[in-house]
């Protein structure tokens, strides 16, 4: 399967907007931060 391309603004942009619509950090950080241990990067 290959990898979906998108860009480094793009994927802020989705990760603001999933806070701003009311999803909680620690959610977004599991999807969005590589390594992420308890609402920080590891």
Same mark, same amino acid.
């Given at each position: 399967?290959?990898w979906?391309e998108?860009s480094? #603004?793009d =994927?802020r942009? @989705?990760f603001?907007?999933?806070l701003?619509?009311?999803?909680? #950090?620690? =959610?977004?950080? @599991?999807e ?7 609402g920080?990067a590891?």
């Open positions: 399967m290959p979906k998108c480094v #603004m =994927e942009l @989705r603001v907007s999933r701003l619509d009311g999803e909680a #950090m620690t =959610e977004a950080c @599991r969005f931060v590589p390594g992420f241990v308890a920080r590891a």
